[in-house]
């Protein structure tokens, strides 16, 4: 007998969701903490139901990996929004719902009668066919905002000219700016939209009424640019991409090394205490590398600091001779041991660093199987491992159920 | 539950509350990942309360000092990043190593609806104030706490900032190119996107206790929320076992979930000049033809996505001449215009002072800083029409908010507040 299963932080809140690779992970997001998100498929499926790569490699629109992670705990419709009757039907689901998730090319659904504009507690038009409902928040995703032009547009053109894929490449700039991966382009739009939804509710919950909620995906993607922005809005100056670091005005020293077994790790910022030069002393030592390391006298030396200024090495030659004998003997051993021994070894020793592991390396990683962030969700019968829970809740836990088939939950158009 | 249209003291107007009005926040959040998230909620009409160490000027986090430099200010208070993402907060000094800090720390828990934070996993519980002494001191309280790796598990002890996150969760292999090594993330991308989930996770939580009194503690571990960004791939893995490190891989301009071709960065005219182009189906594909007006565009083996999978380098190639001879904003004005995916890769100054896009909407905010007048942050890309998001002020200078925080919201007196600053508790 199990426990009863636990409560959820957003239990008995109703989504609606218009499919779109634009704002599917605000509906899950939302899904997998408790909402009833319905996510409204056109005849046919979802767009995301053909993209690669299929399970088994076999096309087929029950089985898209883009349609399982991102629409998991949804359920699905099927409506034809260009038809009367799938129009009258997404009418009546809205009124039954706390808020619209949708991220169609601006002015389709207003084209329909089906936007804000019309169903929401401000709109007019159709509210006669409907009950009022004034408590609905309404979640618009585009690219520039509900004011300006929708351009067609992908993951890719989003963080061209939102920002983000000038600060990511290499120290050759005659190689291209690198689309950083995973479709962050599309996720941050997202986020942003499900951190506004619940403060709409927050409010709601004391005003009564809901509103809408304009989130611009290019506006995000200027939000998520760190130093290119903060150096660029302070003192008007432009960051340089470099390999695998910070873009910064300057170039910097490297911060990644590739380790005997041909994995890279960042190293983080070098020993600059005392005691992490003894520490990396003595580790150099435990491996019985103390006679061959070249750096251990700097190291010793280092041991007398009680900090190294690394913002002032240029005015201090023998500092900076110290603290690159602790990036060069982070070198020195890994020439000699694999990514993941270096990475432990360092970090056990109290030096931040991280090895550059592939998805399914993280995920396959003893520390994150043990606080459970794998999760096995069941396919009819079949389990099926995915990335798990993004935040670890103590009282109304992250679960995930399977994303739908098509039209899986029709019959929730009858009630 | 203060007020629920209490205004903090530096909102514009509190005849238009925020939407989190009447929310309080004990902060102890710092650098990006932690004062990003708490930045959003007080943009948003929360009152949130950072706390900082007046025995070493609020230096633990490290921004307050380093540049970016506002303008040509210099010192503690001058961090340009720090006035960004801390701008709409109050601030005040706590020397917890004082009893009589440790006091005025637990009257305001009691007074409030969350306490963040995102020191290295354990800090606060050996300051004395865990989620159970939080607990006790308020029954409902919503605790988030934000690091690496998490509150436990083997690795518990472990460091991490940003880039190491984004080393560690796959985020850094899957941004590159093939033959090259990882060109990863050029900035704290997790740093940011932390952040984000750190404010879901604190309104989710909220929400929750707002309809049920139930409060928590929320575990979030930075480099298990970049696990969850990588889309299909970590399915491919698990379902068809085809891993992402294998030959050819990451080759993360092109793309292959969804397959589309041509789809990547090519050079324009002048120096360090990039357009992007994604071609997403066959029709896409006729439009783009069209447009750029070539003879190898009516090639009729490239109809078919297939067929321009197949001779992927060739095509690139001769994009590649195409867009060499125009300047970037050109060639993707007319690709937009023909209704193709186009963009320049803008640069800093492009997409902050050259953007209508982002400049009309408000995302450049001119905030007063109490020291140095007017500054520059950025704004949220989202608009509430009821409670839209508000910054008034700058980010706090350090100890700035003492008078209203431990005075009028703890009801302590100038006279007892003065002698507190003298014996460098607050």
């Given at each position: 007998m199990g426990a009863p299963p636990a409560a959820r932080a957003l239990d008995g809140l109703r989504v609606i969701e218009v499919t779109s690779e634009r704002c599917a992970l605000a509906g899950k997001l939302l899904a997998d903490m408790g909402a009833?998100?319905?996510?409204?498929?056109?005849?046919?499926?979802?767009?995301?139901?053909?993209?690669?790569?299929?399970?088994?490699?076999?096309?087929?629109?029950?089985g898209a990996l883009w349609w399982w992670h991102y629409n998991t705990s949804k359920r699905s419709v099927v409506l034809d929004l260009d038809e009367t009757e799938g129009a009258d039907d997404f009418k009546r689901l809205v009124s039954t719902a706390d808020a619209v998730i949708e991220a169609e090319p601006l002015g389709r659904l207003d084209s329909l009668g089906l936007d804000w504009n019309q169903l929401g507690a401000s709109g007019d038009a159709a509210r006669a066919a409907l009950a009022r409902n004034e408590r609905l928040i309404w979640v618009s995703i585009t690219h520039n905002g509900r004011d300006r032009p929708d351009p067609?547009?992908?993951?890719?053109?989003?963080?061209?000219?939102?920002?983000?894929?000038?600060?990511?490449?290499?120290?050759?700039?005659?190689?291209?700016?690198?689309?950083?991966?995973?479709?962050?382009?599309l996720h941050m739009g997202s986020q942003y939209a499900v951190i506004a939804l619940m403060a709409a509710l927050m409010r709601r919950e004391h005003a009564g009424r809901g509103q809408l909620i304009d989130v611009s995906m290019l506006a995000a993607a200027n939000a998520t640019c760190e130093f290119a922005t903060y150096f660029w809005l302070n003192q008007q100056i432009e960051v340089q991409r470099q390999t695998g670091r910070h873009a910064l005005p300057q170039i910097s020293e490297p911060t990644q090394v590739q380790c005997a077994d041909g994995r890279w790790l960042n190293t983080g910022v070098p020993p600059r205490r005392g005691p992490e030069f003894a520490a990396l002393a003595e580790w150099v030592a435990e491996l019985g590398l103390f006679e061959e390391c070249p750096y251990t006298e700097l190291l010793a030396l280092g041991e007398s600091y009680e900090q190294i200024d690394i913002l002032h090495l240029d005015a201090d030659p023998l500092s900076a001779e110290v603290f690159g004998a602790g990036r060069d003997t982070?070198?020195?051993?890994?020439?000699?041991?694999?990514?993941?021994?270096?990475?432990?070894?360092?970090?056990?020793?109290?030096?931040?660093?991280?090895?550059?592991?592939?998805?399914?390396?993280?995920?396959?990683?003893?520390?994150?199987?043990?606080?459970?962030?794998?999760?096995?969700?069941d396919h009819d019968g079949t389990p099926v491992t995915y990335p798990g829970?993004?935040?670890?809740?103590?009282?109304?836990?992250?679960?995930?159920?399977?994303?739908?088939?098509?039209?899986?939950?029709?019959?929730?158009?009858?009630? | 539950m203060i007020d629920p249209d209490h205004c903090p003291p530096n909102w514009p107007n509190p005849d238009e509350p925020g939407a989190l009005a009447g929310i309080r926040i004990c902060d102890f959040t710092g650098q990006l990942a932690g004062a990003g998230a708490t930045k959003i909620l007080a943009a948003l009409g929360a009152e949130v309360i950072r706390i900082e160490d007046p025995a070493n000027e609020g230096r633990w986090d490290i921004l307050r000092g380093t540049q970016p430099f506002i303008g040509?200010?210099?010192?503690?208070?001058?961090?340009?990043?720090?006035?960004?993402?801390?701008?709409?907060?109050?601030?005040?000094?706590?020397?917890?190593?004082?009893?009589?800090?440790?006091?005025?720390?637990a009257e305001l828990i009691a007074v409030s609806d969350a306490v963040t934070e995102n020191f290295a996993a354990g800090v606060l519980e050996r300051l004395g104030f865990g989620y159970e002494a939080q607990r006790a001191l308020k029954p409902d309280i919503v605790y988030v706490s934000n690091c690496g790796f998490g509150a436990d598990g083997p690795y518990a002890g472990f460091r991490s900032w940003g880039p190491i996150a984004q080393a560690v969760s796959g985020l850094t292999f899957q941004s590159g190119l093939p033959d090259l090594p990882p060109a990863g993330w050029g900035y704290s991308f997790m740093d940011h996107t932390g952040a984000y989930y750190m404010a879901m996770a604190i309104l989710m939580a909220l929400y929750h206790r707002r309809r049920t009194g139930e409060g928590q503690w929320v575990d979030l571990a930075c480099i298990e929320a970049a696990g969850t960004l990588h889309g299909a791939a970590s399915l491919d893995f698990t379902v068809n076992g085809r891993p992402a490190r294998r030959d050819g891989m990451p080759d993360s301009n092109r793309s292959r979930s969804p397959a589309m071709v041509p789809h990547g960065v090519w050079a324009c005219r002048g120096?360090?000049?990039?357009?992007?182009?994604?071609?997403?189906?066959?029709?896409?594909?006729?439009?783009?033809?069209?447009?750029?007006?070539?003879?190898?565009?009516?090639?009729?083996?490239?109809?078919?996505?297939?067929?321009?999978?197949?001779?992927?380098?060739?095509?690139?190639?001769?994009?590649?001449?195409?867009?060499?001879?125009?300047?970037?904003?050109?060639?993707?004005?007319?690709?937009?215009?023909?209704?193709?995916?186009?963009?320049?890769?803008?640069?800093?100054?492009?997409?902050?002072?050259?953007?209508?896009?982002?400049?009309?909407?408000?995302?450049?905010?001119?905030?007063?800083?109490?020291?140095?007048?007017?500054?520059?942050?950025?704004?949220?890309?989202?608009?509430?029409?009821?409670?839209?998001?508000?910054?008034?002020?700058?980010?706090?200078?350090?100890?700035e908010d003492n008078h209203y925080v431990l005075g009028e919201v703890l009801g302590h007196s100038a006279d007892e507040l003065a002698e507190l600053a003298a014996a460098g508790v607050i």
């Open positions: 009833d998100v319905i996510v409204v498929e056109p005849p046919g499926g979802s767009p995301m139901r053909a993209y690669e790569p299929f399970a088994g490699d076999q096309p087929d629109p029950e067609p547009a992908t993951d890719l053109t989003v963080l061209a000219e939102g920002g983000p894929m000038w600060s990511c490449g290499y120290d050759d700039h005659s190689i291209p700016p690198v689309r950083g991966g995973g479709n962050q382009g982070i070198n020195f051993l890994a020439e000699r041991l694999g990514a993941y021994e270096l990475f432990v070894g360092l970090q056990t020793i109290g030096l931040a660093c991280g090895i550059v592991y592939a998805p399914e390396e993280m995920s396959a990683d003893e520390h994150f199987v043990a606080r459970g962030f794998p999760v096995e969700i829970a993004p935040y670890q809740f103590s009282a109304t836990p992250w679960r995930a159920t399977r994303a739908p088939r098509l039209g899986e939950h029709q019959d929730l158009l009858a009630d | 040509e200010h210099r010192g503690i208070e001058a961090g340009g990043s720090f006035n960004n993402h801390n701008a709409a907060k109050l601030g005040i000094t706590l020397n917890l190593r004082d009893d009589r800090a440790k006091e005025l720390l120096e360090d000049e990039w357009v992007t182009i994604a071609v997403r189906d066959d029709d896409d594909w006729q439009r783009f033809a069209a447009a750029v007006d070539r003879p190898w565009a009516t090639d009729e083996r490239w109809h078919r996505l297939a067929g321009r999978l197949a001779e992927e380098d060739r095509l690139e190639r001769l994009i590649g001449e195409w867009t060499a001879q125009r300047g970037k904003a050109e060639a993707a004005e007319l690709l937009v215009a023909a209704g193709v995916p186009a963009a320049p890769v803008l640069r800093p100054s492009e997409r902050i002072d050259g953007d209508p896009r982002t400049s009309d909407w408000g995302m450049w905010v001119t905030a007063p800083h109490s020291s140095f007048g007017d500054t520059r942050v950025e704004g949220l890309p989202m608009r509430l029409s009821e409670n839209d998001w508000a910054i008034g002020r700058a980010a706090p200078c350090l100890g």
